[in-house]
């Protein structure tokens, strides 16, 4: 069955320090993958996709994630956190055979000025 | 312009209650999709549809009845909810359904929903 898994649960970072956030996804076929965050009471954003091309994507308010095949993975990064950037992080994996967009656990991000 | 709107945001109903949720996109797009969404949790779906057909129910309980009216416009009937069901209910569309074409679904803001 397919899967996405996301490795940190909560993170609690100070200002301006680096972040990463680790996804993994199981699946055989050709995925596009995704990062959506959900910012406290808001709807869920797409921070950037992977399609095919370039496996270094950049997204959204200085976001990036790496997609390294071999190890089915799909980390999210960004080099200097701010306050703004506490929200809830969604790795999610869109099957091309289904259509059906599956999600990790989220990872919650916790920004301390 | 990437809006998909939902009405209402907030939505109060009790169990013998009958409710709609409201989803819209003017998009162009062909395939819209229905959410449930409880608190920290990632979304979970329940239905898709494309072409204003019904593609996907993941056995969803029949008290939640969806309907695509048009390509823009996304019903989902409430109908003898549980407390159980109180969540965010999510709407997102996307250009079609997955098999080949690059698709980025795209979200609502949601309704929040609460079950009495």
């Known amino acids: 069955a397919q899967s996405v898994s996301q490795h940190n649960h909560h993170v609690i970072l100070s200002e301006a320090a680096s972040l990463e956030l680790g996804c993994n996804y199981s699946?055989?076929?050709?995925?596009?993958l995704f990062w959506y965050v959900q910012y406290p009471g808001q709807h869920l954003q797409l921070l950037l996709k992977?399609?095919?091309?370039?496996?270094l994507v950049k997204g959204i308010k200085g976001f990036e994630a790496e997609f390294i095949k071999s190890k089915f993975s799909f980390n999210l990064r960004k080099p200097s956190v701010q306050w703004s950037d506490t929200a809830e992080y969604f790795c999610?994996?869109?099957?091309?055979?289904?259509?059906?967009?599956?999600f990790g656990q989220g990872t919650t991000l916790q920004v301390k000025p | 312009d990437t809006e998909v709107t939902q009405t209402p945001k907030h939505l109060v109903m009790g169990m013998t209650n009958k409710k709609s949720l409201k989803c819209e996109q003017h998009?162009?797009?062909?395939?819209m999709y229905w959410y449930k969404q409880k608190a920290k949790k990632p979304p979970e779906l329940m239905f898709v549809?494309?072409?204003?057909?019904?593609?996907i129910n993941e056995s969803v309980p029949s008290r939640f009845s969806p309907e695509c009216p048009n390509s823009s416009l996304l019903n989902l009937h409430l109908h003898a909810l549980q407390p159980e069901d109180s969540a965010l209910y999510l709407c997102?569309?996307?250009?079609?359904?997955?098999?080949?074409?690059?698709?980025?679904?795209?979200f609502g803001p949601g309704t929040r929903l609460l079950v009495l």
């Open positions: 997102a569309s996307s250009q079609g359904l997955g098999g080949g074409y690059q698709e980025t679904q795209y």
């Open positions: 699946y055989g076929g050709t995925v596009n």
């Open positions: 992977y399609f095919s091309g370039d496996p």
């Open positions: 999610a994996v869109l099957s091309r055979n289904t259509g059906k967009l599956i």
């Open positions: 998009m162009g797009h062909r395939a």
């Open positions: 549809y494309s072409y204003e057909k019904l593609s």
